[in-house]
């Protein structure tokens, strides 16, 4: 089905008297906040909050838009197009029951395209107003590159580009400590805003801007390390869009879409609340001393059961997380393997991870989110590295026994990986396995990981013994685990055990 653009485009025109007003009065405040990254996650999540805070009396800013790359320049005049506004969906389970919620956003004061307007862009640093970065750049922006500075010339790198910006406002306030501001990259990377600073006191020095710099820099930013949680799944198919559309009389080019959970956990003082409202919101944003155990209960539950579940979920014909939970068998597992094993190895309050599980668990039954295996399942050996073999090993060393649900989950993952290279007209390999169901698909990640399991995989031949020499070898292989794992004791056997089973089953 095709959009119909027969209805006008959003704009503060559609909206109603009152309406027009509201949003209107929150264009016109000044401008706090500097946002690097105009997709998606952002507009419905830091834009969102910021939404809300305003709306309840408690901050008095607006935002300036800018995107990561030159690539953004075309939405940026488009949503400028829309008067800056743009509607948010939130949908999904909340205590059990659906919820679906529009919302019209206004934050957006300001577009500058680094690109094309870089004076414009630096003169940004020179607004006393400004208090707040938020970026999201994904992970590939938060990098260090050697690069010469040459003044006048933009900056791609967001880091680089950031430095400049801040010795910009360095100079222009005659390093006024007073004129620090809070920076929040929203990358997921660990120790995100420890990262950035290290990067622009790096660039700093390289660019020749000083040391009372990169003094101001250490004492008058806040870098603030944080973990950013809720699924925004952006603008909906084309029936869903018509369907959500339909009534408003409006078209709308950044319609997006979120669930309605959220968390934002910020490594900082909670009286930084002062400076940006959101607890004060009623939102769920906590400040806290230290970022761990948010990190780790997202990471191994959260993460760690789509790790968990994807690959026994593509070997059984599912498609989807929500396809998977709703699977008596399988969604029963992964609640089990989460409540059993991997909760007990966490070192936190059980009845917080519980909480936590529960939530999670709703958010995989989203009647509204089509969240593909197939999309979670790039990368999945150095996931179930960094998300399950920690608690594998932490449960083992605890309880003196193997966990037998993260065990056949690591044993489904190696039966998904038994995989076969086929070479290129190009001479690149690819990597395809084969489903039980007969149908092949190909497997994304590391290819020289790919390569060494599809050696392995090569050795096996139709009988118990030649499994259980493969697994050995496989889970012996430093090149793949960094680590060999046959010295977890009765591993490589259980792993093997479950794995001829499960062809047994398939038989």
């Not at 506004?85 to 919302?103: A, I, P």
Request: aromatic share 8%; hydrophobic share 40%; glycine share 6%.
């Amino acid at each position: 089905m095709t959009i119909s653009r027969l209805q006008p485009g959003l704009r503060l025109g559609l909206a109603g008297e009152d309406e027009r007003r509201r949003q209107v009065q929150i264009q016109q405040l000044p401008i706090k906040v500097l946002q690097i990254g105009e997709g998606n996650f952002l507009r419905g999540f830091a834009d969102w909050m910021i939404q809300e805070s305003i709306a309840s009396g408690k901050y008095h800013g607006s935002v300036v838009l800018t995107p990561p790359t030159p690539r953004g320049a075309a939405k940026l005049e488009k949503i400028a197009q829309q008067d800056g506004l743009y509607t948010l969906v939130v949908r999904g389970l909340q205590d059990g029951q659906k919820v679906e919620k529009r919302q019209l956003i206004s934050v957006f004061r300001d577009y500058v395209d680094p690109y094309s307007e870089w004076e414009r862009f630096l003169q940004l640093g020179e607004l006393e107003s400004l208090d707040v970065v938020i970026s999201n750049t994904t992970e590939a922006g938060l990098t260090y590159t050697p690069m010469d500075y040459i003044p006048g010339e933009p900056i791609v790198n967001f880091p680089a580009r950031l430095t400049v910006l801040l010795q910009r406002r360095f100079t222009h306030f005659n390093g006024d400590p007073k004129r620090g501001l809070m920076i929040l990259p929203c990358e997921l990377i660990e120790n995100n805003g420890d990262l950035l600073q290290e990067y622009v006191l790096r660039y700093g020095r390289e660019f020749g801007f000083g040391e009372e710099f990169c003094s101001w820099v250490e004492q008058s930013q806040l870098f603030l390390n944080n973990l950013v949680d809720r699924i925004v799944t952006g603008m909906p198919g084309d029936e869903e869009y018509a369907r959500l559309t339909g009534s408003w009389g409006y078209e709308d080019s950044f319609l997006t879409t979120a669930e309605p959970y959220h968390l934002w956990a910020i490594q900082g003082d909670p009286s930084l609340d002062r400076r940006l409202p959101l607890v004060r919101a009623g939102l769920n944003v906590q400040w806290v001393p230290d970022l761990k155990p948010f990190r780790q209960r997202k990471v191994h539950i959260l993460n760690g059961a789509h790790t968990l579940m994807m690959p026994a979920g593509l070997l059984q014909g599912k498609t989807t997380v929500r396809e998977v939970m709703e699977d008596a068998e399988l969604g029963e597992w992964v609640r089990q393997t989460v409540e059993q094993e991997i909760i007990p190895a966490l070192p936190m309050l059980p009845e917080e991870l519980k909480r936590y599980a529960a939530e999670t668990f709703e958010r995989f039954n989203n009647p509204y989110l089509e969240h593909r295996l197939q999309d979670i399942a790039m990368n999945s050996i150095s996931k179930f590295k960094s998300r399950l073999l920690p608690v594998l090993k932490a449960y083992t060393e605890k309880e003196n026994q193997l966990p037998q649900q993260l065990v056949y989950g690591l044993a489904a993952l190696l039966r998904l990986y038994q995989v076969t290279a086929i070479e290129q007209p190009d001479r690149t390999l690819t990597f395809t396995t084969q489903l039980p169901n007969g149908s092949r698909i190909d497997i994304r990640d590391s290819a020289e990981q790919l390569e060494r399991l599809a050696k392995h995989w090569a050795e096996l031949q139709q009988n118990e013994s030649s499994y259980r020499r493969v697994v050995q070898a496989i889970l012996a292989d430093t090149g793949i685990w960094t680590e060999d794992l046959t010295t977890i004791e009765e591993l490589a056997e259980a792993v093997a055990s479950q794995m001829i089973q499960m062809e047994a089953d398939q038989a």
